[in-house]
């Protein structure tokens, strides 16, 4: 269990992607046991891959509970829907205070839920298609299909085929 600056404890980390694009170096000094003396290591490092695999990895650990585990696409709609509904859920029970932060932690999940799903296209569309499901099939809008309404309204936000005018009539 670890404690955040604002000595909140948490478990899980996510890495949020600010848009760097741009390949740096990093140098490092490695041993060199046959030559007995060290030599400098100069690595190319592309942050938006780095940022990318790290955070599959971290959806993994939070799905499967190991980093070593294959990413699947699947875990992205198990994960981020109830990161966003939760943080959410806080700042209207006013667990949270609502600040400039809280907003662009918000903000920073939906970007990181699009760039997943743009990563991802499968993702967009099990969203799409569950959003179709409930809004046409007024017979499946039960605990067995949905289990999770506040799913359904992060889906609404994301969808670029749906939104949540199409949905209220059918969640209401």
């Known amino acids: ?8 404890r948490f478990t899980h980390w996510l890495p ?20 007995e ?3 400098n290591k100069v690595e190319s490092i592309d942050p938006f891959e780095r940022n990318i ?12 509970g190991s980093t070593k585990k ?22 209207v029970d006013a667990k949270k205070s609502i600040s400039i932060v809280a907003i662009r932690r918000l ?7 699009r ?3 743009a990563l991802h296209p499968e993702v967009e569309k099990t969203i799409d298609a569950d959003l179709e499901k409930f809004v046409n099939s007024p017979d499946l809008r039960i605990k067995d299909h949905f289990p999770s309404l506040g799913d359904l309204l992060t889906y609404s936000i994301i969808s670029k085929k ?11």
């Open 16 to 35: 949020l992607f600010f848009g760097e694009r741009q390949i740096y170096e990093r140098k490092t000094q490695v041993y060199n046991e046959k030559e």
């Open 115 to 117: 760039l997943l799903m």
């Open 53 to 64: 695999k790290l955070l599959r990895k971290s959806i993994c650990f939070i799905t499967q």
């Open 162 to 172: 749906y939104n949540f005018v199409d949905i209220i009539d059918g969640y209401l």
């Open 107 to 113: 903000f920073s999940f939906f970007r990181l839920f």
């Open 37 to 39: 003396l060290y030599e």
């Open 70 to 91: 294959d990413f699947k696409p699947e875990m992205v709609i198990e994960v981020l829907p109830k990161l966003i509904i939760t943080h959410l859920v806080d700042l």
């Open 1 to 8: 269990m670890r404690t955040s600056a604002s000595n909140e």
